[in-house]
């Protein structure tokens, strides 16, 4: 039990050098301490989008804690974007060094609101995602070329908001899953996916973006060029507004971070070396 009065960072620090609280091993530690020759490394925050958790991240994440970058994977709440952004917002503040900032699909809308205002945040990497200009919502961009074949697979559930009206979820029909989202993974994955898939509010799927930080951040971008849910013409607009360091996987499916983790950590690391 943690004393009255004490902060909790203090005291489980305290705990853990006293040896009264063991952890399992890892294969780096989970702060912005880890060095190297050239310096602190900084925390690699990646934010998932809609239909997607942060398992999705996992062989990024393995890759890049075995490079000896601290690593945090937070839980997008997928309710608004205002909220979402201040949740992901709140987790930077926590973070003491150098943060990149790492957005798949709607996800990329998380960090382009969320990375304003943080003098320790150096760079933003877009992986198949949304990097909105300010009053764009995720909806108008994905529509704004052909080729997205979300509209005809969504599936949409009521749900009660916390002032007694409702809201409106959004799924991926499980049947059209694999097809719409991940088509390059084994179905045997995919069905899994689309079972545990958690839903994004239709509404924080059609608000209007914020001034956003790729006018004052440099960015990265992994394009998959087989996306069925963001047109790669549609992603190719948002890199090259943004001024991004750009790469294109030929063939990939909307979660390039699943299926070509390797090319996503090497932007990643792009972005660390350019800012460093």
């Known amino acids: 039990?943690?004393?009255?009065?004490?902060?909790?960072?203090?005291?489980?620090g305290g705990l853990l050098a006293a040896g009264a609280v063991t952890l399992g091993a890892a294969p780096a530690p989970a702060s912005a301490s880890a060095r190297s020759g050239g310096g602190t490394r900084p925390t690699v925050v990646l934010v998932h989008g809609v239909f997607a958790d942060s398992s999705g991240w996992n062989d990024v994440i393995?890759?890049?804690?075995?490079?000896?970058?601290?690593?945090i994977a937070p839980a997008n709440p997928l309710r608004d974007l205002a909220g979402d952004s201040a949740y992901v917002s709140s987790v930077v503040d926590t973070i003491d060094g150098p943060v990149i900032l790492v957005g798949h699909s709607y996800g990329g809308e998380v960090i382009t609101n969320a990375g304003r205002g943080h003098s320790h945040v150096k760079a933003l990497v877009y992986v198949g995602a949304f990097a909105p200009d300010e009053g764009e919502s995720a909806l108008q961009l994905a529509g704004m070329f052909p080729g997205s074949k979300l509209p005809d697979a969504l599936?949409?559930?009521?749900?009660?908001?916390?002032?007694g009206t409702t809201g409106t979820d959004g799924y991926i029909d499980p049947a059209k899953f694999h097809e719409v989202f991940a088509q390059d993974l084994p179905t045997s994955v995919t069905r899994l996916m689309a079972a545990t898939q958690r839903p994004g509010s239709v509404g924080g799927l059609a608000s209007g973006s914020g001034?956003?930080?790729?006018?004052?951040?440099?960015?990265?971008?992994?394009?998959?060029?087989?996306?069925?849910?963001?047109?790669?013409?549609?992603?190719?607009?948002?890199?090259?507004r943004a001024g991004s360091t750009t790469v294109e996987v030929k063939g990939s499916s909307h979660v390039v971070?699943?299926?070509?983790?390797?090319?996503?950590?090497?932007?990643?690391?792009?972005?660390?070396?350019?800012?460093?």
């Open 1 to 12: 039990m943690i004393p009255e009065g004490q902060p909790r960072r203090r005291v489980l």
């Open 62 to 71: 393995a890759r890049l804690l075995n490079a000896g970058f601290p690593v």
């Open 155 to 163: 599936v949409t559930r009521p749900f009660p908001l916390p002032d």
């Open 211 to 240: 001034v956003p930080a790729w006018k004052s951040l440099p960015s990265w971008y992994v394009i998959p060029t087989a996306d069925n849910v963001i047109p790669a013409a549609v992603q190719r607009y948002m890199a090259k």
């Open 257 to 276: 971070m699943m299926s070509h983790p390797d090319i996503v950590v090497r932007q990643i690391l792009a972005a660390y070396r350019a800012t460093r």
